[in-house]
């Protein structure tokens, strides 16, 4: 299975969460996987098999708040996603074992965009 690179939109098996980690997917229905932006590189991800990634809420409630980032991904119902990214959640998964697979790509602006909520959750200064 090859891995994702930076930047790259995925769809994962996020099931099960807890706490303020998101979720409230319904697996009666196979509503168990999220889409996420792939925040960390290839080296890290190959090296590891994880991968640390922001997830993607489809939730309208989010829109106007600054720590949501508004993202359209053109494609089809699996390839595309309209929503937002959640600024304030970077979560590592093991892409194998919740069967990732690699569905679309965002651009380097849009890549630097969120890497300012990284670098505000790790108190980077850039």
């Not at 790259?8 to 098996?13: A, C, E, P």
């Not at 009666?28 to 994880?50: K, Q």
Request: charged content about 25%.
């Amino acid at each position: 299975m090859q891995m994702p690179k930076q930047m790259d939109v995925i769809v994962i098996d996020a099931e099960s969460h807890s706490g303020k980690e998101y979720g409230e997917h319904n697996p009666t229905i196979g509503n168990t996987r999220r889409h996420m932006v792939v925040m960390s590189d290839s080296g890290y991800n190959e090296a590891t098999g994880m991968v640390l990634a922001m997830p993607i809420t489809t939730s309208p409630k989010y829109k106007n708040k600054p720590e949501y980032y508004p993202i359209l991904i053109m494609g089809g119902e699996e390839t595309g996603v309209k929503g937002y990214v959640v600024g304030w959640q970077l979560q590592n998964f093991d892409y194998r074992t919740r069967n990732g697979k690699v569905v679309n790509k965002i651009t380097a602006k849009q890549y630097k965009e969120l890497l300012s909520y990284v670098e505000d959750m790790l108190g980077i200064e850039s």
